[in-house]
């Protein structure tokens, strides 16, 4: 979704086809080794180190969080959360139905926390919110990282229906200086109206629209596929990786539920590449 504004970003997805739906995962592996390589870099001089970083914002997490509401939660679990040890593993995913264009979507994801209650009525929207840190903007230099990673923080949030996101404010030593409340549905007017305009938000919709769709028609027939963006290369590289099967993008069981639930759509061979030019569009290789 953020491709348009993203060229040096590097990731990969893999995807199946399987009777009529498209299925698209994170490589893992991937993602795995960037995170390595990130983690494993030397951090500038004077500067604090990724996974010291990383803490910041777990820490920042496990000190607004609360695994019940307000009034359910001892008044000795709220008073000693500064003191609790910081973990990585938990975690809390929602799945949303939405569409963009004329695709539509089911997706999973993580998010931090609810503002209350969960409704019980699934119908009705839940009030997530999302949980960021960043560094103080105290210069221009500061206010243009932070109008990218507002990208980020948007196109995560927006994607999920996440309606809220709270941001800490750090100093370069890692001390809370600030929270701030943002309404996600508010963030591209306030960059535009407010910031550099680094980025336009629908110019990212129409782009993932626009793109889904293409992708729709190049991923036709059984095996696993690779979707790959390269650093600094602004092109969307899709590719067959195995002709046959689902690799372990789908279990077993899910494969034997839907079979007794669906009937299985004709495939048809294709592939491709997909150009993304300075506005977000696609474009085709002549």
Known sequence: ????????????????????????????????SS????????????????DLMSFWGYKFESISLLPEHWSLTSREHIESREDQVVSNYAQYCSIVRTGLGKIKMIIGGEVDAVLDFKPEDKSQPVNWVELKTTAAVVNEREQI??????????????????????????????????IEELETQTIPDKVRQKGKYLWDGQICIN???????????????????RIRKREKVPV????????????DILSQAFLDWRSKELAAYPTQQSASTAHVNGNGQITKPG
């Open 236 to 247: 969307i590289e899709v590719f067959k990786l195995e002709e046959t099967g689902h690799g």
């Open 35 to 50: 995170r390595q390589e990130q983690y494993s870099a030397a951090a500038r001089p004077n500067a604090m180190s990724q």
């Open 145 to 178: 990282k932070f109008e990218r990673k507002l990208l980020k923080f948007w196109a995560q949030s927006f994607l999920l229906g996440v309606p809220k996101i709270v941001v800490g404010y750090r100093t370069p030593q890692g001390m809370l200086e600030r």
């Open 1 to 32: 979704m953020i491709v348009p504004y993203s060229k040096l970003d590097s990731w990969e997805m893999n995807a199946t086809l399987f009777q009529g739906t498209i299925f698209i995962e994170e490589n893992h592996s991937k993602k795995l």
């Open 207 to 225: 782009f993932a629209a626009s793109f889904l769709e293409w992708l729709k028609g190049v991923i036709t027939e059984d095996g696993v596929w």
